[in-house]
């Protein structure tokens, strides 16, 4: 695979070599993905730490009975909404 870098990356490649870390092109640019991979599995875990607390805030409000249903939830959205709208 042949790839070209714009000038800046090319120069932060350039100096990443010369620090010594690296001993090629290919070992700087497989650690800069192994950094993505784990930056977007970071992302991942948060947002399904996020989505895990939701449901058991959720659940603890269902068992204590603090539901709504379907058609009081959408009207009480649609007039959260219509209020936040510049008439």
């Known amino acids: 695979m042949q790839i070209f870098l714009p000038p800046e990356v090319e120069a932060l490649l350039q100096r990443q070599l010369k620090s010594?870390?690296?001993?090629n092109a290919v070992d700087v640019i497989?650690?800069?993905?192994?950094?993505l991979e784990?930056?977007?599995?970071d992302i991942y875990q948060g947002r399904l730490g996020e989505l895990q607390m939701e449901a058991r805030i959720g659940l603890e409000a269902s068992q204590e009975g603090k539901v709504v249903d379907g058609s009081t939830a959408?009207?009480?959205?649609r007039a959260n909404l219509s209020r936040r709208s510049p008439s």
């Open 74 to 77: 959408m009207a009480q959205i």
């Open 30 to 35: 497989v650690a800069g993905i192994k950094l």
């Open 20 to 23: 010594g870390k690296y001993h």
């Open 38 to 41: 784990q930056q977007e599995e």
